[in-house]
């Protein structure tokens, strides 16, 4: 059945080469253009896939763009032009290796809530469910408490982006400027986010950007009807979530669905790849994931 793989950064080339070769031999890999001839009814081959690569990580060009090339294969990438232009890092990149602890520590100075009441609370799936400007307000705390020194920047830079543009192995789109989560912000925040990040691509890749991926990308979760409704005033055509489905004719072009993969042997992608769209609903109705976590944070701590 037709479907959207994506990955994040990629540190193991032995495993993303095996990946591929699963991928090659149960699909047909396709450019987006043909994802855009799948919703037009022009395509009629059931095993097609597409690739996408969200974030735009260093590895997305060390990495990830030879192997592809050497391939023949393409894909599309979501970038955030303000941490380009800037050479700094979102959010969890740049507390990504914080202590526990120390970061629960933090979180709870922040928020004003009893240290005690966060113990065995998982920090990252916490941050998840706050504002940006609340996560940023927990970094600044934890480097300044903890002699923490800011990271050098972990993406892409702008000659590398553009490189990417001109290769033709890329279709560029936007991922808002911050990677916010964008449910938990304001409607002025999550419109700003959205649109900016349009916009100022459009301008650094001198074209008219039309495909958007949400961050993080559950559905109901992490973006909802508001956040459609920003990308169509912004003219965006296409943009992509994160549901273990496969595509259908009738889907919202809005809010595609795509498979993440991170990690696994052979067999087990096989198997996700092939039974993902059977066994993750059944798996995310009847047993704990990161979606029902961060809705139990929330109503704990009210947020």
Same mark, same amino acid.
């Given at each position: #059945? $037709? ?5 994040h950064?990629?540190?193991d &080339?032995?495993?993303f080469?095996?990946?591929l ?5 149960l ?9 855009q ?6 395509v009629t081959? %059931?095993n097609i896939?597409? *690739?996408?690569v ?7 060009y ?6 592809l090339k050497?391939?023949?294969l ?19 990149s740049?507390?990504?290796?914080y202590?526990?602890e120390?970061?629960?520590n933090?979180?709870g100075?922040?928020?004003?809530? %009893? &240290? @005690?009441s966060?113990?065995?609370i998982?920090p990252r799936?916490?941050m998840?469910v706050l504002?940006?400007?609340q996560?940023w307000e927990?970094?600044k ?5 903890y002699y923490?020194?800011?990271k050098?920047g972990q993406?892409?830079t702008? /000659?590398q982006?553009l490189? +990417?543009?001109r290769?033709?192995v890329?279709d560029?789109g936007a991922?808002t #400027?911050?990677?916010p989560?964008l449910?938990?912000e ?8 959205i649109? %900016? ?6 301008? *650094? +890749? /001198? &074209?008219?950007v039309?495909?958007? $991926?949400?961050?993080n ?7 909802? =009807?508001r @956040?459609?409704?920003?990308?169509r005033?912004a003219?965006v @055509?296409?943009?992509f ?5 496969? *595509? ?9 669905p795509r498979y993440? *993969? ?7 992608v096989? =198997?996700k790849l092939?039974?993902?769209?059977i ?8 047993? /704990?994931?990161?979606d029902?976590?961060? @809705? ?5 701590f009210?947020?």
């Amino acid at each position: #059945m $037709a479907k959207i793989i994506n990955f994040h950064d990629v540190h193991d &080339r032995t495993w993303f080469e095996e990946t591929l070769d699963v991928i090659q031999d149960l699909y047909e890999v396709i450019p987006f253009e043909e994802i855009q001839n799948f919703y037009k009814g022009k395509v009629t081959s %059931k095993n097609i896939t597409h *690739l996408t690569v969200d974030d735009g990580h260093s590895s997305t060009y060390s990495l990830i763009y030879p192997i592809l090339k050497e391939r023949g294969l393409t894909a599309s990438i979501f970038v955030s032009p303000k941490i380009i232009q800037e050479k700094t890092n979102f959010w969890y990149s740049e507390s990504s290796d914080y202590d526990k602890e120390k970061l629960l520590n933090c979180i709870g100075e922040i928020l004003n809530i %009893k &240290r @005690e009441s966060l113990n065995d609370i998982y920090p990252r799936s916490l941050m998840k469910v706050l504002s940006l400007s609340q996560n940023w307000e927990i970094i600044k705390l934890y480097q300044e408490k903890y002699y923490e020194p800011t990271k050098c920047g972990q993406y892409i830079t702008l /000659n590398q982006l553009l490189e +990417l543009e001109r290769s033709g192995v890329f279709d560029i789109g936007a991922h808002t #400027m911050n990677h916010p989560i964008l449910a938990n912000e304001n409607d002025l925040t999550s419109e700003l986010e959205i649109k %900016k990040s349009i916009i100022v691509l459009g301008e *650094l +890749l /001198n &074209r008219r950007v039309t495909t958007f $991926a949400y961050p993080n990308g559950s559905v109901n979760l992490d973006f909802g =009807k508001r @956040e459609i409704k920003f990308l169509r005033e912004a003219e965006v @055509e296409y943009s992509f979530s994160f549901e273990f489905k496969n *595509l259908a004719k009738n889907d919202n072009l809005l809010s595609i669905p795509r498979y993440g *993969l991170y990690h696994g042997n052979k067999d087990f992608v096989r =198997k996700k790849l092939k039974y993902g769209a059977i066994w993750e609903p059944i798996k995310k109705r009847i047993l /704990n994931n990161e979606d029902k976590y961060r @809705e139990e944070l929330k109503k704990k701590f009210g947020l």
